[in-house]
């Protein structure tokens, strides 16, 4: 249901060309014959070939569908043509008695038709316009793609700078830390010079002495 549009479109207008076809009256072929000539009709009018045949064949039996279909068939159009008489004929063949197998039929008109200058220029023209839309169509792609890359640019520099903050954060909150510890280990080390071993347990006092010696040894080298 969601693709009814899209559907309903493309099976009307074959059931055009099937009308198209069935309305030639062509004598020796069979139904076959008849959808296979209207796929081609589809595929030269439309520049693409006809893909609900699964769908139209569900349709064309609904009874609303053909009557839908029985109103979009083409109305025959009366041959305005005065009918040659016996008369004519006879003088007709007689003025081209040099072209015996000249053969004046409705086939032959319509070949006589196709090759007249307004069903050149027409096929010309939507040649022109296929050719037009698919440059159309390249250029809209090649818009999309340039767009994804100023996208894809700006995305990976914008990344960057992400990095780049995140990097400084970093070695900010490094250098921080650093000077709290180097402040935590001054303090004590100034309370542990203030301290006198005299008076304390020998091992205890050996031990503050041996601090206080690697604390100026430290000093002596900064």
């Known amino acids: 249901m969601n693709r009814w549009s899209t559907i309903q479109l493309a ?15 062509q004598s020796g072929i069979n139904e076959q014959d008849k959808i296979a000539n209207a796929k081609f009709l589809h595929q030269e009018l439309n520049k693409c070939k006809f893909q609900f045949e699964h769908c139209w064949n569900v349709l064309r039996l609904q009874p609303k569908w053909k009557e839908d279909c029985q109103k979009k068939k083409p109305i025959k159009k009366k041959d305005k043509s ?3 008489t016996s008369e004519t004929q006879v003088n007709f063949r007689d003025d081209n008695s040099t072209s015996p197998d000249f053969v004046d039929t409705r086939d032959h008109w319509k070949e006589r038709l196709k090759k007249t200058p307004g069903r050149k220029a027409e096929k010309d023209r939507k040649k022109r316009k296929g050719k037009d839309m698919e440059n159309d169509s390249t250029g809209s792609y090649v818009n999309l793609l340039q767009e ?4 894809k640019r700006q995305f990976n ?3 960057l700078e992400l990095f780049e903050k995140a990097y400084i954060q970093g070695q900010e909150r490094l250098a921080y830390e650093q000077e709290k510890l180097r402040l935590e280990q001054m303090k004590e080390d100034e309370r542990i010079m203030a301290i006198d071993p005299v008076g304390m347990p ?3 006092a050996n ?3 041996q601090r206080q010696k690697e604390i100026n040894e430290r000093r002596s080298k900064n």
């Open 11 to 25: 099976t009307n207008k074959f059931c055009g060309c099937y009308a198209q076809i069935e309305s030639r009256n």
């Open 207 to 209: 031990f503050y002495i």
């Open 82 to 84: 005065p009918t040659p």
């Open 148 to 151: 994804m890359r100023d996208e």
């Open 157 to 159: 520099e914008k990344k």
């Open 202 to 204: 020998q091992m205890l």
